[in-house]
């Protein structure tokens, strides 16, 4: 129950993100929809796709400029070095994949959601560190997002709570 409440408010949050104002339609539904069939498709909690978005704070249409020479792409701030499989994976090109990551909301919610999946498939199962993973594998970075994660996480837990106890009463 604690995991609903928790993907919804992700959910909740993640609406009135940048994010959401840049889908294609613009509507709280076509983000929720991207989210979901990605989260089925790729066997991730929905509420963790929504918590990541926020905690990488990307947009449609944006790209970040990182120290080490590379750049994140849109919403869930994909990294460019994963541009050529994403892009076989898509049966398409390099420049239409990063395109695509651009400026399609969903496009770019999937790959999130497949390189979540691969890097929990690629820690043997271990989910947190596999959200780890999915910002960097270098121990340190890896450690900071996680925590970034977490507190992210727990800001959405206090809201919950005077929920929980309105309701309780």
Request: glycine letters at 8%; proline letters at 4%; hydrophobic letters at 45%.
């Amino acid at each position: 129950m604690r995991t609903l409440l928790l993907a919804a408010l992700a959910t909740g949050a993640l609406a009135a993100s940048p994010a959401s104002a840049a889908v294609s339609d613009g509507t709280v539904s076509t983000v929720t929809a991207c989210i979901q069939a990605a989260a089925a498709l790729h066997r991730v909690p929905p509420g963790v796709i929504a918590v990541l978005l926020s905690v990488e704070g990307g947009s449609i249409g944006r790209v970040s400029q990182n120290t080490n020479d590379t750049v994140d792409i849109g919403p869930m701030q994909i990294n460019q070095i994963h541009l050529p499989t994403i892009a076989r994976r898509w049966n398409t090109t390099p420049a239409a994949a990063r395109e695509a990551l651009l400026n399609n909301f969903c496009a770019n919610v999937e790959a999130g959601a497949w390189i979540l999946r691969r890097e929990i498939d690629g820690a043997a199962g271990d989910f947190w560190e596999g959200v780890g993973r999915y910002h960097s594998r270098t121990e340190t970075h890896k450690t900071r997002y996680l925590r970034k994660v977490l507190e992210h996480v727990m800001r959405l837990q206090r809201l919950a709570v005077p929920t929980e106890r309105v309701a309780a009463r």
